[in-house]
């Protein structure tokens, strides 16, 4: 025999439904938040309890009654109380859907009411309350025909030597040495963070590379190496840094903290020779001429994602210059991941290491609020724009990008799609996509001016100790093996 409840369900699937008479008030406490108040007439209410009560007549067991024998009032008595959440259900699925067919509003998150606190009422009308947040509303800014400046660079072979250093670094080893360090050596080093003499945070044996800068998520310490000049094993140097303004410890936002790093040993780099070996792990190369090639190609994408995100600076920077709207602290916090996510996918596309990753990581934490709401302006107008140009992600794109990372990384297309889904960032990348597509469609109307692109030097270090005491970040895609990145061939050679 079917349960109340299905025959509830089969009902519902079976009638075709009628609109609703609903009172529906919109108020907006700010440019991205609605607050709906919503009252459904009594006569629908009655009709929806009305059709629960029919759906289950032909087999409702009432004692003194054979099944589906007993009369309706008997019925709607024994039952009125286990259909009421059915009912209640129904009446705000389907107000919800007409709602949001019939308001002129864009929903950027589910609608926030409490289930159980909702009643239907004895008699009269049923309200219900919501919130949700809905993207801004604003004018659509003119976006053919910028004036945009676009980084141009024919690389030499001195270029070359320098980024096959860097790649051949990461394939390094690291040799113990008595001698004092020197930038670019590497030291291993106990970290104590300390906040008026109170040890707040520490690392120990953390091995960094002696570079001008060391990037914490929560601070930021500069002239690290003439901090470490001439420092040797067993020596013990400090400093101060100043606790980021966006720390999750918010009672050490802008504080000053002690740092000292005990150091327990220096190392040197020690190149590998480019032999059949390195040759290999970096993309079954033939020769040294293939590799130099490949790294040509390797610069030329690197040279790609700072012209796309100078271009994109420059296109955004543009269009919000009007966009003054304020973005509630609580929708910027909880989308602060999204834009994280999203920055960490397009670097690990454009293969950037994973070192290069965490130090840009680091520095979005550093600023996390004040990135993201600047993040939420350009994604709400290149949004608009996507919606008025029709375009959209498709599964071409999403494979295209997968792939594009998994070969970055040397793992599989299948491996590297199930973590990207495992870790929920399908939606960045689908941000990600169209964003790019809505640029690249801008740039197709641009006026460009060439200028030369001169390659930073790498010259921070990321460590993944948070000072303040909070969480430790976890990029997305990340690689802790130690293992170097392929490099893509020409494409005479593929």
Not at 452 to 460: E, L, M
Request: glycine share 4%.
């Amino acid at each position: 025999m079917s349960s109340p409840e299905t025959e509830i369900a089969n009902a519902d699937n079976s009638q075709e439904k009628k609109k609703l008479t609903l009172d529906v008030r919109v108020d907006k406490p700010s440019v991205c938040e609605r607050h709906v108040t919503v009252t459904i007439d009594r006569a629908d209410v009655d009709r929806y309890f009305d059709d629960a009560i029919s759906g289950i007549m032909p087999n409702a067991a009432v004692p003194g009654f054979r099944a589906g024998r007993a009369p309706r009032k008997l019925v709607e008595q024994r039952f009125r109380s286990q259909v009421a959440d059915q009912v209640k259900g129904s009446l705000l699925m389907d107000s919800m859907t007409q709602i949001s067919e019939e308001q002129d509003f864009s929903a950027i998150s589910e609608p926030d009411f409490d289930f159980e606190a909702i009643e239907i009422p004895d008699n009269g009308p049923m309200t219900f309350e919501f919130d949700l947040e809905v993207r801004p509303e604003f004018e659509m800014p003119e976006w053919k025909g910028l004036k945009l400046d676009r980084l141009t660079r024919e690389f030499s072979a001195k270029d070359i030597d320098g980024r096959l250093a860097d790649i051949l670094q990461d394939m390094a080893t690291l040799v113990p040495t008595e001698d004092a360090a020197t930038p670019g050596d590497y030291i291993v080093a106990n970290i104590t963070a300390s906040h008026n003499g109170r040890a707040i945070s520490e690392a120990n044996e953390e091995e960094i590379q002696i570079l001008p800068v060391i990037s914490f998520p929560d601070a930021r310490l500069e002239g690290f190496d003439k901090l470490m000049e001439g420092v040797k094993a067993g020596e013990t140097r400090k400093a101060q840094v100043m606790i980021s303004h966006d720390s999750a410890a918010t009672e050490l936002q802008g504080e000053t903290i002690d740092l000292e790093f005990n150091v327990l040993e220096v190392k040197k780099v020690e190149l590998p020779p480019i032999d059949a070996e390195v040759l290999e792990s970096l993309g079954n190369l033939e020769n040294e001429g293939e590799l130099r090639d490949a790294v040509k190609v390797d610069l030329e994408r690197r040279m790609e994602y700072q012209q796309q995100r100078r271009v994109r600076q420059q296109i955004t920077s543009l269009l919000t210059a009007s966009a003054n709207w304020e973005l509630p602290p609580d929708l910027v916090r909880r989308q602060s991941r999204r834009e994280l996510d999203r920055a960490m996918l397009e670097m690990r596309s454009s293969g950037f290491s994973d070192d290069e990753i965490r130090a840009y990581e680091n520095e979005l934490r550093q600023n996390t609020l004040s990135a993201t709401r600047k993040a939420l302006h350009e994604h709400f107008i290149l949004e608009r724009i996507a919606e008025d140009q029709n375009v959209d992600a498709d599964p071409a794109d999403y494979d295209a990008e997968v792939q594009l990372i998994a070969r970055q990384g040397r793992e599989s297309v299948r491996r590297v799609r199930a973590r990207i889904e495992k870790q929920g960032l399908m939606d960045a990348l689908r941000n990600q996509i169209i964003e790019r597509k809505v640029i690249n469609l801008i740039t197709e109307h641009a006026k460009f001016n060439d200028v030369p692109y001169d390659p930073a030097k790498n010259a921070t270090f990321p460590v993944e100790l948070s000072l303040s005491g909070a969480s430790e970040s976890n990029i997305p895609i990340a690689k802790h093996g130690g293992d170097s990145q392929q490099l893509q061939q020409p494409a005479d050679h593929t």
